[in-house]
């Protein structure tokens, strides 16, 4: 080290030389809302990468609520397994993406308890986006699910009338149900202190909507004040729904009716959900 760079190196910095070297570059754009939720949306994807076993619930109930419906109570219910097929698939296919959104609010839950949304509140990124990208992530999940029960179901022997049009305009409804109904289980992860309470909860409240409906058996061997609770049932009519568009109907009034739900949903408890997430400490 020669002379010169010895009095370099030992020459304090000036505010005004940081400043020109701080500021020598352009400074990037804050990123908007859409791109930051996608990102966390990709966040959730690699933990599946990394977490396969997060998709035993997407792959192995939907298949073993199948076959043991079809083939245990097909022929009583219906007289045929092949029958009572046509009826139950898209049931079980509503059934098996409304159980699936319960993982959002536990996954959330287990993020908070570990610290990690707190690094997320302090990024300076949309406030809702790390929420919103978790649900959009969880929207593959639901996907996946899909694909895995309508295909089970056509190994099996279900021919839909209303053609592959129907199916995907089924499945597009689903989903965008289950985004919305996500809402609901993220409210609780903020609320609730352990992923294992979310789980509980959860699971009180799908557990009597999916089996309190028109998923397994036609609704008018109930009884009367049974039939009263079914009729009122979102989940009935998101099977209705599903099921019509499946057979090759479309039943307006029953689509309507879930959008309307779907849309309450948000509305009801997205702002609760932000309002938690803010104030949260």
Known sequence: MNATTAEQASAPVTEDALRSVLLAGERPSRPGPVLTSLTFGWRALLKIKHVPEQLVDVTMFPIMFTLMFTYLFGGALAGSTQEYLQFLLPGILVQANVMITMNTGITLNTDIQKGVFDRFRSLPVWRPSPLVGALLGDVMRYSIGS???????????????????????????????????????????????????????????????????????????????????????????????????????????????????????????????????????
């Open 147 to 281: 694909a895995i029960v309508i295909t089970l179901g056509l190994v099996l022997g279900f021919r839909p009338e209303g053609g592959a049009v129907g199916v995907v305009l089924s499945v597009v409804l689903l989903l965008v149900f289950s985004f919305c109904l996500s809402w609901l289980w993220t409210m609780l992860s903020l609320i609730l202190r352990t992923p294992n309470s979310v789980a509980g909860v959860s699971m009180m409240v799908m557990f009597p909507l999916t089996f309190v409906s028109n998923i397994f058996v036609d609704p008018k061997t109930m009884p009367g004040w049974v039939q009263a609770v079914v009729e009122v049932n979102p989940i009935t009519h998101l099977a209705t729904v599903v099921r019509g568009l499946m057979d090759g109907s479309v039943p307006a009034g029953e689509i309507g009716w879930v959008l309307v739900s779907s849309v309450l949903l948000v509305a009801v408890f997205g702002p609760i959900t932000m309002v938690l997430y803010r104030n949260r400490k």
